[in-house]
């Protein structure tokens, strides 16, 4: 199994006493070497202008890329940009991309880009939320636009609603975006009646859900979803800042819940996309959970 990552997405600084840290990077990859030395590691290529040019406005290229900060610039209150910040971003995004076309290739089934930073709040014209460009957006419209797939589902299960993939394909009907989210809480969007062009799932979950809540409502409602649109591809906002130790949020998930989801997405995968599945990291703020987690996530998609 591929896992993609690059040494820029460490040098991404977002200043002293901030959540979305070069230490979150830093745990998981040791992490994950630890537990499977067996995993096939790759260096993430920057994404290109016409890759990020599919999803995003030229504006918010210029202000990622052009603006070449000497020190810290804030993009939004809680999005930062910082002199190796382009660069991360580039690669971030040039990770799902390659990710697409090893999976589509028929080179690996399946492919996790350990990268930061994440994505899913980037909108077509604004970075925000931790976010600079939509890193899964962008691999999505690489295995609609590159390789010709009509059917691409996008599965995010981060704690926060991923509000940026699902404005940029809410009008998409080859995309399929399925969402768990606590509610309220940041972005404060992603309530059930945005529904898109039938293609956008949403469940709110209050503050307090635990796993057996949280795996109802894939089981019931939202994995039933994903498999009617038969995807073609399987790509997975993977955030886990739904755990119990996260500080960012409010909800009781353990890493055993994450595992359980990963696996019902395999299944989901062998019986409708050869098995492939694209996951990209997101949230998740506890370096200790985060790490477990993402190792629990890596097990059940490498096998
Ligand atoms: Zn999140």
Not at 127 to 140: D, H, P, R, S, T
Not at 158 to 183: K, L, M, P, Y
Not at 259 to 287: C, F, K, P, Q
């Amino acid at each position: 199994m591929h896992v993609y990552t690059h040494a820029a997405c460490l040098a991404h600084d977002t200043g002293p006493d901030h959540a979305e840290r070069p230490a979150r990077l830093r745990t998981v990859l040791h992490a994950l070497e630890a537990a499977h030395p067996d995993l096939d590691w790759q260096q993430a290529p920057a994404a290109t202008r016409g890759q990020l040019l599919r999803v995003h406005d030229p504006r918010l290229l210029e202000a990622v890329l052009e603006t070449q900060p000497t020190a810290l610039h804030l993009l939004d209150p809680d999005t930062v940009l910082s002199p190796h910040s382009a660069e991360a971003a580039l690669r971030a995004a040039g990770a799902g991309v390659a990710a697409v076309d090893a999976v589509l290739s028929g080179r690996t089934r399946r492919a996790f880009c350990a990268v930061r930073p994440p994505g899913h709040h980037a909108t077509v014209s604004a970075a925000m939320g931790f976010c600079l460009f939509n890193n899964i957006a962008v691999a999505a419209r690489q295995a609609i636009d590159g390789h010709g797939l009509e059917r691409v589902a996008i599965v995010d299960f981060d704690v926060h609603h991923g509000n940026g993939t699902q404005a940029i394909f809410e009008r998409d009907a080859r995309v399929c975006f399925a969402s768990t989210h606590q509610w309220p809480l940041y972005p404060e969007s992603g309530a059930r009646n945005e529904t898109g062009c039938g293609n956008i799932f949403n469940v709110p979950l209050p503050k307090g859900t635990d796993g057996p809540v949280f795996r109802t409502a894939w089981r019931d409602e939202l994995l039933p979803a994903v498999e009617a649109f038969r995807p073609q591809l399987l790509l997975v906002s993977a955030g886990f800042d739904g755990h119990r130790l996260d500080p960012l949020a409010g909800w009781l998930l353990e890493a055993a819940d994450y595992a359980w989801l990963t696996g019902e997405l395999v299944a989901l995968a062998e019986r409708h996309a050869g098995g492939r599945i694209v996951s990209l990291l997101e949230g998740g703020y506890d370096l200790t959970a985060l790490a477990e987690c993402c190792v629990a996530h890596v097990d059940v998609l490498r096998m």
